[in-house]
């Protein structure tokens, strides 16, 4: 289906996004916050460590751009503490679950995805492609 869609000459590659979600594990050291990915978990596992897992929403053109991240976090409510550096142009979120829901896949084509391609793209069209996990 998608093959059928990228044959059509009016999408150019620069109009044609792969996104994706992904976890990504924090994990508090005593004072030092990591980051790892699921094959580097291991190497952090121990008594006393908190983690807490996020997701980040990527989005990349089929010509190398990449759109600004979002980042979920597992809260309630934003927190100010969850950054401690600069992160132009990244975008936050939150669910008690700390993944994606509709509302937030909503925001993230109104705020990041729309804004950032729509005057690249002009008057032709885009197509996004998302990649859908499904465990039996």
Not at 23 to 41: H, Q, R
Not at 56 to 75: F, H, K, N, T
Request: some cysteine; glycine content about 6%.
């Amino acid at each position: 289906m998608i093959g059928k869609e990228l044959l059509d000459l009016d999408i150019l590659s620069e109009n044609t996004y792969n996104m994706d979600e992904t976890g990504i594990m924090l994990s508090m050291l005593k004072s030092i916050t990591v980051l790892v990915g699921k094959e580097e978990m291991k190497a952090h596992r121990g008594t006393g460590v908190k983690r807490t897992l996020i997701t980040a929403i990527e989005c990349v053109s089929a010509d190398g751009r990449s759109l600004d991240p979002l980042i979920i976090w597992p809260a309630s409510t934003h927190r100010s503490s969850w950054t401690t550096h600069p992160t132009p142009g990244w975008h936050y979120a939150h669910s008690a679950s700390g993944y994606t829901d509709s509302a937030i896949s909503l925001y993230w084509i109104k705020q990041v995805f729309n804004p950032l391609t729509k005057d690249r793209a002009g008057k032709r069209p885009r197509i996004l492609i998302q990649r859908w996990l499904w465990y039996p």
